[in-house]
């Protein structure tokens, strides 16, 4: 098998094409795979999804891949989540009724409250902002701008697990670590520079 550097999940509800654009633009070998087998082996593995959570664990679920994911974590293989794949690493979602995400994290997905002067979803360009250091943000200037399309945010258990906030109305959790787990809330791939350089780091952890 020919060898590559990262390993991009298809769950059935990623944004999977513009997240491997991304990555080849990087000079980055990839391999697209929903099959459970494929995470047998150590690798670095990037976890996007797009629409609704119970749609993205349904799709999990139904290819066998919730139990390998989490195992490969357990191992030490670095997992970047991004968007509702990272909304999938907390214990529940509350979109259409309350469901189980992967239990990675401790927390859960709630949607905004209804603004009187924001719409939401949240579309379009906001700061980020950075509580503590990571190396998913290495030489990132704080208030860099990325690109986000959401109505639920994640609300961890844990205040040590955020890495990046962004405000909205309110202050939330953008993006989250603990060890080799990684979650962003916005779109690198749709970020520009900013977010060539997030999915560069995480490549080259």
Not at 30 to 56: C, K, M, T, W, Y
Not at 112 to 140: C, D, M, R, Y
Request: aromatic fraction near 10%; include cysteine; proline fraction near 6%.
């Amino acid at each position: 098998m020919e060898s590559y550097d990262a390993l991009l999940i298809d769950a059935g509800t990623g944004n999977l094409q513009s997240v491997h654009n991304a990555l080849l633009n990087l000079g980055v070998r990839i391999r697209i795979s929903s099959a459970a087998e494929d995470l047998e082996q150590p690798n670095r593995i990037i976890l996007p999804g797009v629409g609704a959570f119970r749609a993205f664990m349904d799709g999990m679920r139904q290819r066998g891949l919730v139990e390998p994911v989490c195992a490969a974590v357990r191992r030490g293989d670095p997992l970047l989540g991004i968007c509702v794949g990272m909304q999938a690493f907390f214990q529940v979602g509350e979109e259409m009724g309350t469901h189980a995400g992967l239990g990675l994290l401790p927390g859960k997905v709630q949607r905004f409250p209804e603004f009187k002067e924001l719409k939401v979803p949240q579309t379009g360009w906001n700061e980020l902002h950075f509580p503590s250091a990571s190396p998913l943000f290495s030489e990132l200037p704080e208030g860099a701008y990325a690109y986000f399309n959401h109505s639920y945010y994640c609300v961890p258990a844990d205040p040590s697990d955020i890495i990046a906030t962004t405000d909205y109305g309110l202050e939330y959790a953008c993006a989250v670590q603990r060890n080799n787990l990684f979650g962003v809330q916005f779109h690198p791939e749709k970020s520009q520079r900013v977010g060539q350089k997030i999915l560069s780091n995480f490549v080259h952890l």
